[in-house]
């Protein structure tokens, strides 16, 4: 038995090194806990909260390791009239769906989990459509007047940013000619998709707040008005849970927006090893994002869902489709 499991880990090695680290279980864990750390203190500085700001000790690591232990410790109360499996069960999964999804992802040349040659970007969008239902799932289970008003305000807003911004990754998918995220990263080597395809970036980082749900579109969420939505009811690790989900959705938008639109894993060389290369000008890329995204977050109060939708429907749905038109037409005179 010991035998066969050394001979299977030294066939697979480079799988569950990826699957293990990098970009894996531990790298999404790491990215989790920087993600809070990194928001805290951000907004607090935007804001000039004083408490945030020097909360702590140890640049404020500390206080994460408290938040942690809090929540590991609390218990976890099944409301009485809950759907206790379902309740149980939409919970542990949310982290999973865009875990998966972030497996398809290119860190470097031939660098990802999972490698499916030619299919990659419409099964990546496959996987994330499926994040929201988990979320209307946690909601009806949770059987609560709060919660259902938050997932029903998740229906509302997928159909208001879901469409757009897979109509947005159509026009790039057009553009390059591939379905596949490694080709079309290698293919902006001489230049970034963010400029033939500005318009659809548009859309794209639009439709992107709806998809994080994130202000100002955090309309499932809305404290003032739904107590915390969908999350109403869990405590404890279970809560704890969610929120993980929760970033690792944000991250696996945020690395898809990289590998769309800014060139994924190329940059400059600065290390000999074009897999660190290309991990080092991801992780660049990213912290750029976060913190562009963060800044919107801050600066720009929520919308209401009536305006919401009215957005994607009347606006990013239309200009989406100009987008493919577009692409289309230049394509065709070859440019």
Do not use: C
């Not at 920087?34 to 702590?56: E, I, T």
């Not at 690792?248 to 994924?264: E, S």
């Amino acid at each position: 038995m010991l035998d066969w499991i050394i001979e299977f880990v030294r066939n697979n090695f480079q799988t569950l090194f990826r699957i293990t680290f990098f970009p894996g279980l531990t790298f999404l864990f790491v990215f989790t806990i920087f993600a809070v750390w990194f928001q805290r203190k951000y907004l607090a500085r935007l804001m000039l909260r004083m408490g945030p700001v020097h909360a702590g000790k140890v640049l404020g690591w500390l206080q994460l390791i408290a938040d942690a232990f809090k929540l590991m410790t609390k218990e976890i109360i099944l409301p009485k009239y809950a759907y206790k499996k379902l309740f149980l069960f939409s919970a542990i999964t949310l982290p999973v769906i865009p875990a998966a999804a972030i497996a398809l992802i290119p860190f470097g040349p031939g660098y990802a989990i999972f490698n499916l040659p030619g299919y990659t970007a419409p099964l990546f969008l496959g996987i994330m459509s499926l994040y929201p239902i988990f979320i209307i799932l946690m909601g009806w289970a949770s059987n609560n007047k709060f919660t259902l008003i938050g997932a029903f305000r998740t229906i509302y807003l997928d159909v208001a940013g879901e469409i757009p911004i897979f109509l947005a990754v159509l026009g790039v998918m057009i553009w390059a000619g591939t379905y596949d995220l490694q080709t079309i990263v290698e293919m902006q080597r001489s230049m970034w998709f963010v400029i033939p395809q500005f318009l659809g970036f548009i859309v794209f980082f639009i439709s992107y707040f709806a998809m994080i749900e994130k202000a100002p579109m955090d309309i499932p969420e809305a404290e003032t008005e739904l107590v915390f939505g969908y999350r109403t009811e869990y405590t404890g690790a279970l809560f704890l849970d969610t929120m993980m989900g929760d970033y690792i959705n944000v991250l696996a938008w945020t690395l898809l927006m990289i590998t769309l639109y800014f060139g994924g894993y190329n940059g400059p060389q600065i290390f000999a090893d074009p897999i660190l290369n290309g991990a080092f000008w991801i992780l660049i890329k990213l912290i750029i994002l976060l913190t562009i995204t963060f800044t919107v977050i801050i600066s720009y109060a929520r919308l209401r869902i009536d305006q919401a939708i009215r957005l994607g429907w009347y606006y990013l749905i239309p200009l989406a489709l100009a987008n493919i038109v577009l692409t289309v037409i230049l394509k065709s005179l070859g440019v």
